[in-house]
């Protein structure tokens, strides 16, 4: 019997090997961009034909090879960045696994210059299907240039799976950004079939970093991106969070420039995605998208590098941390450029602590701004009870006594007949059906009374579905709905998450359902026109991100049990509205970032009737 297992030729083996690491021009600009920028080249130059297919060489004028690692470096695992398995716990650099040029020398034609600059002399290797074709010793200034010439010249259906030059050149500039922006004190120029694309210097060496950054946006995105920026700059000992973010009214339609890197390195993330969106929240609509350049830096050994070579993922030890820090981050930064409301300034480092243990430099706090509105107040947190949040102006956003004070959670408020030793509940007026009036001590604040009651829906709803006991009022008279084949697709796997809202549905059979309880307090008392708005609403959150689900499923569940018909609310009910809505986290805003509510200071009353 002859033997049947064989082992692959060397040049096979690295073949199929290769079509991990190198799937398309931009593969190995990524690789030989990374290469450079971890040889501490300060000056990279990119040359690219037909998008990469039929040329891309990369020139630096870092550390070099000597003669030896320049015949190495082509062979698999070969890497002077790591020497035992533990060294991946403390990686600094982009390479590690020594495949990359092994894995291109066996797909292309390269070709490698390089000297050191110890030597006096440099050496060329030109390789071509694995195989070395020629060495010599050659003249050649100190760094390194590598070539590399036909692309999958020998595996044609790969060569046929590359789109057109255009898709190709998009992937390839997208490689090269993300290096770029990585690496803002490194100067870059980029050539395409002759015509130059990028050229940019390095940041000064005394530039700061955040300076650094934003010279290398404006260089990369145009001049326009100036005046987009917002700094973000969190510093715990767990984890830095620096970089920009875009103002919210910039925020596009289509994705655009989302950055995250860990330790220089780009990840993608859709978990730290989400902590900066949350954070936009009601900033900017839910089918846009706001801009961030964000650059993580945290001991290595906090993180697992994904091994597979060109994932992008990587795994946090201690992700909730991660998150709670770069999502206090950006609506610090918001709030600070008094984007946002800023209600967050004095609870977040608090928080931060709690969540890492770790000891937090406070930020300066914000100077207050004219004219008076809730946003301004920057300590909503550690006041206890919405009248007194708007009495503060007296004495200032920053106030000494109250910093420090322990986070209350949203429900701890205290009623507002109770607050600051006030006799006797104060006055409060219901308007056309749809307002509600409460005075205040220097003016008064006009509640839109279903925009309020969507936004404590949407906080309950969340809350339920995290814990999944929404209450339920049992229907005495179940009612019987059916849907249609698209209502019915949406619903059915939501069911258990509908229950989990205090929506009681059974199924009664086909698309049939039947609704036998309603969530309590539900404004609406009708449960088929629920279930109907429900499913409309429903619908248009459809584009929600997976990990959104639960914010989608909060939001059309509160716009469909807000919506009530016009009805008389007694002083006691509209205060306990006004303190309900209070208790929330977000109160100015509904979920999709409509006012609530709009105060008016008494002097504004004394300018309109010209009291001087
Ligand atoms: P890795 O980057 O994972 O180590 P590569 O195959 O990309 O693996 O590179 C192999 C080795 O070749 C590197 O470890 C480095 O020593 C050397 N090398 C590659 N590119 C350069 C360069 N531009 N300048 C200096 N050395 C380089
Ligand atoms: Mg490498």
Known sequence: MSDLIRLLPDHVANQIAAGEVVQRPASVVKELLENSVDAKATHITLVLKEAGRALIQVSDDGAGMGMNDARLCFERHATSKIRAADDLLALRTMGFRGEALASIAAIAQVELRTRSHADDLGTRIVMEGSQVRAQEIVAAPAGTAITVRNLFYNVPARRQ?????????????????????????????????????????????DASEAAALRQRVVHLYGRRYDERLVPVEEATDFVRVQGYIGKPEFAKRSRGEQYFFVNRRFIRSSYLEHAVRTAFDELVGRDSYPSWFLFLELDPSQIDINIHPTKTEIKFRDDRTVYAIVHAAVRRALGRFNISPSLDFEPEPAMIAAFSGASVQPMPAPAPIQPWRPQDLGVRHAVTGWQQLFDLRDRGPAMPELSGAPVPTPDHVVPMRELDGEPGPRPVFQLHGSYIIAQLRHGFVVIDRSRALERIGYERALKQLELGNGPSQAELFPRNVELSAADWALVEDLLPELRALGLDLQVFGGRTLTVCGMPVGSAQDDPERVLEQLIEQLHTERGALKLERHAALARSMARSISMRPDETLSPPQMHDLIDRLFACEMPYYTPSGKPTLITYGLDELAQRFERG
């Open 161 to 205: 799976f590359l789109k057109s030059d255009a898709v190709e050149l998009k992937h390839v500039l997208e490689e090269f950004q993300r290096v770029a922006l990585a690496h803002p004190g490194t100067a870059f120029q980029v050539l395409h079939n002759e015509e130059e694309l990028f050229r940019m210097p390095g940041a000064a060496d």
